[in-house]
């Protein structure tokens, strides 16, 4: 490609490495993140592209502090018995089948997902999901990796479920209606097909097996209610704020902060004890990651793949080409980086072909389709993708693990599978996505 300088061909040469560092697991992830962002800041310092300055304002403040939070809000709810309950009754609506189990959990994620932030969601359903296969004694590995990939397609669907939705949203003044109506019907498409996949992918896993969920009632109660209302309530504040955070001008992470002050204020927890309930190691990943792109983005590389995407909108015939395009572009770079930097590159860029009479409004849906499905081809793909492999490592069984190789043996197939089914649905109604 032209125009690619020293500066993109050397961020771009870092990244790889890091990455590379992060798949072989030479490295744990969050050593490899730490090190690529070190290396990051010093070359782009040494070459002028990036700076210190510039790599703590790349790291996604809102990101690391929502995730915090709600760590701790779980950490303070699973003291009450609040998940052993839920698990004992989500395990019998089931009636013990891995596979309904598999499609129940995923609905659920699905929907919240639509609603909250589909981090939030996963945070509060991965350790759900590890104590109802403890009970059950089956594989948790097949339905936290359900669970993160279609709580990211189930967010795509409304202007609240994604942070780059609420981006995209902004942009091109697109209401919570309008998105939920163009958006919809491609992600329920998506969503029913990779579901099977899913099934299909998993089959040997969620083969009949088990505990009887009958055996499970009596051991498994609320320990503490007077606490679990407390968390509750504090939970819900939280709930109402995502839901009107947008028209509030609040920030989901303050959001978060308020439901979690009111909690410690409500239980006076052991801070010492909280604090080590949070996952630091993941906190940390995220930062170093966040570091990593935003060099790659300070380079200039991510706004040249978008003005190269931009010359081909500019010819009348080649716009649905060139959603389509966008749509697999994003997808595959949201895979590899952070969805978030892609799309603040391109909102300017698409905004800008408005400019030219270009009618973008197919590009806006393109790019919430691509970035939305990228982010389930690898473990690092999407934040939700590491709140999963996380827990699966914390859950103590060794079958559970969920290793960066086998993500892809998973993710890629319902990343490109779901690229397809949401492609067929663009092209056949296009008209539909050209309107706003």
Not at 35 to 40: E, I, L, N, P
Not at 368 to 375: I, N, P, Q, S
Not at 390 to 409: Q, V, Y
Request: charged residues 10%.
């Amino acid at each position: 490609m032209e125009n690619v300088t020293q500066e993109m061909w050397t961020s771009a040469a870092i990244l790889v490495v890091a990455y590379a560092l992060i798949f072989s697991e030479v490295l744990h992830r969050t050593a490899a993140a730490i090190f690529g962002a070190v290396v990051m800041i010093g070359v782009g310092m040494y070459m002028g592209f990036y700076s210190q300055r510039a790599a703590m304002l790349a790291v996604d403040g809102n990101t690391i502090l929502l995730l915090a939070a709600m760590m701790m809000l779980v950490a303070l709810l699973r003291p009450t018995g609040a998940f052993d309950f839920a698990a004992v009754h989500i395990t019998h609506w089931a009636k013990g089948n891995p596979k309904l189990l598999l499609i129940y959990l995923s609905l659920a994620v699905s929907l919240i997902s639509m609603i909250l932030d589909n981090v939030t969601t996963v945070i509060v359903f991965a350790p759900l999901t590890v104590l109802i296969c403890r009970l059950l004694k089956i594989n948790p590995m097949p339905y936290l990796m359900a669970e993160a990939m279609l709580s990211n397609i189930g967010g795509a669907a409304t202007l609240v479920g994604d942070p780059p939705n609420l981006m995209i949203g902004s942009a091109g003044d697109i209401s919570f209606n309008s998105f939920l109506i163009h958006m919809g019907f491609p992600v329920m498409v998506v969503w029913v097909g990779t579901v099977g996949l899913m099934l299909f992918l998993f089959r040997d896993q969620l083969a009949e097996g088990g505990k009887d969920p009958r055996t499970l009632v009596a051991t498994h109660a609320i320990k503490d209610v007077e606490g679990l209302k407390r968390i509750l309530f504090s939970l819900g504040v939280v709930v109402v704020l995502f839901f009107i955070h947008h028209t509030l001008h609040v920030l989901p992470a303050y959001a978060s902060f308020i439901g979690l002050t009111l909690a410690l204020l409500l239980i006076r927890p052991d801070m010492e004890k909280l604090f080590g309930d949070v996952n630091w190691s993941v906190l940390f990943f995220f930062a170093g990651l966040f570091m990593i792109v935003g060099g790659v983005e300070a380079s200039g590389l991510l706004d040249l793949l978008g003005h190269q995407l931009a010359k081909l909108a500019q010819d009348p015939g080649m716009l649905l080409l060139t959603g389509l395009l966008l749509m697999w572009v994003a997808a595959i770079l949201s895979a590899v980086v952070d969805n978030i930097p892609f799309t603040v590159t391109m909102i300017p860029i698409i905004l800008g072909l408005e400019s030219s009479g270009v009618n973008i409004a197919p590009l806006w849906w393109a790019l919430a389709l691509g970035v939305g499905l990228g982010g389930n081809g690898t473990h690092i793909g999407a934040t939700a993708n590491i709140i999963a492999v996380s827990e699966s490592e914390k859950s103590g069984m060794p079958e559970a693990k969920i290793t960066p190789i086998l993500w892809m043996r998973t993710g890629l197939p319902v990343m490109f599978f779901g690229l397809i089914l949401a492609s067929a649905v663009y092209w056949l109604f296009f008209e539909m996505f050209t309107t706003i």
